[in-house]
């Protein structure tokens, strides 16, 4: 299974960025696909997720600013961001839970956002 992101980059204050995640590979029984953010020195948090019934959940640091959307045809995950904020700063990954009596994850390699002016 590859996780392959895109849509990264520098961004000022104020703006926005979409982010998107193309899942291939041997991929059965999709439990949810999201994405997760690890800031320079804190721990990896979560962004935003989406399971199969549709059901979203995002960081309270981001709600009202940031959409996740699922395409289950594409195997795609995206990520729209607006009104970013320099605390939105960090890598961000693409993450996907599957399996049907055993759960596995797994990773992208990272999209770097930037924030700043």
């Known amino acids: 299974v590859q996780l392959v992101e895109s849509g990264g980059g520098l961004v000022q204050p104020g703006g926005s960025l979409r982010l998107s995640c193309v899942a291939s590979g041997n991929i059965f029984n999709i439990i949810a696909m999201g994405w997760y953010r690890q800031a320079p020195g804190k721990q990896r948090e979560l962004a935003a997720t989406?399971?199969?019934?549709?059901?979203?959940e995002y960081a309270d640091s981001v709600k009202g600013r940031f959409t996740i959307s699922r395409d289950k045809a594409r195997n795609t995950v995206d990520l729209q961001m607006n009104s970013l904020k320099p605390e939105d700063t960090a890598v961000y990954y693409c993450?996907?839970?599957?399996?049907?009596?055993?759960?596995?994850?797994?990773w992208g390699q990272g999209t770097q956002v930037t924030v700043s002016s």
């Open positions: 989406i399971n199969s019934r549709g059901d979203i």
């Open positions: 993450h996907l839970k599957m399996g049907w009596s055993e759960l596995n994850d797994y």
